[in-house]
């Protein structure tokens, strides 16, 4: 069975220019939660999706990250316009949504994101 | 609201000692709890997660924790340290797998000396 996957795996961008990261979770995985770590940061929670809709978006930085998951399949998370400030590990994790035998969040291998 | 504290940003051992790297938890509810590990340039492995049914915990590569509700903690533990085992290590928490994501504690850096 496929994991949790991310596309790009690395990227280098200009400050100003716009990025979309893709991620695909495990079929069957209504959760699809987005996280990030800047440069020697936590890792901190942006967002979760339950199937096509947006469940929690608390953590989302500033309006110039928007998360979709068209159909409740993969979602992308677009940065439009990059700051150098966005630069950091992007984690995509899915989960199934049934909570009767304490589920297993699994991550993708992130998208590390460099705005120069 | 829930959190999650690593004492010990960078921990070093020899290879062979005995691996202990810490987490407390806060959390208002019962808490799942879960340790990840991650290697140089890549992504989250799950260790092994604590989800309310044996307190001691057995996960991959020997590694275990233990699930101690008096001391709102979740250790973990290694006898003998490997080369191998040098990584990232993040505890993490929350109050519904299914619902809820989770809260990350900062990290610990392992480093194994020969």
């Known amino acids: 069975e496929a994991g949790v996957t991310q596309f790009p795996s690395h990227s280098v961008i200009e400050k100003g220019q716009t990025v979309t990261l893709r991620c695909d979770p495990i079929s069957g995985h209504d959760n699809l939660y987005w996280y990030r770590r800047v440069m020697g940061k936590e890792i901190k929670f942006l967002l979760h999706?339950?199937?096509?809709?947006?469940?929690?978006e608390s953590g989302m930085p500033n309006n110039r990250f928007l998360a979709e998951r068209t159909g409740g399949t993969y979602s992308t998370l677009k940065v439009q316009p990059a700051e150098l400030e966005d630069s950091g590990v992007y984690f995509c994790?899915?989960?199934?949504?049934?909570?009767?035998?304490?589920?297993?969040?699994?991550f993708g291998e992130g998208s590390w994101l460099t705005v120069v | 609201a829930q959190s999650v504290t690593q004492l010990g940003s960078h921990v070093s051992v020899s290879e062979g000692a005995l691996v202990l790297l810490r987490c407390n938890y806060s959390?208002?509810?019962?808490?799942?709890l879960f340790w990840y590990v991650q290697y140089p340039n890549q992504g989250l492995q799950l260790l092994l997660k604590y989800t309310s049914a044996a307190t001691l915990v057995k996960g991959i590569n020997g590694f275990e924790a233990e699930f101690k509700k008096s001391e709102t903690s979740f250790h973990l533990t290694k006898p003998s340290a490997h080369m191998s085992d040098a990584a990232e290590y993040f505890c993490?928490?929350?109050?519904?797998?299914?619902?809820?994501?989770?809260?990350f504690g900062s990290g610990t850096r392992l480093q194994v000396q020969p």
């Open positions: 993490a928490v929350t109050s519904d797998t299914g619902r809820r994501a989770l809260t």
């Open positions: 959390s208002s509810v019962p808490p799942y």
């Open positions: 994790a899915s989960s199934q949504l049934d909570t009767s035998s304490g589920n297993t969040i699994y």
């Open positions: 999706f339950v199937k096509e809709s947006k469940q929690d």
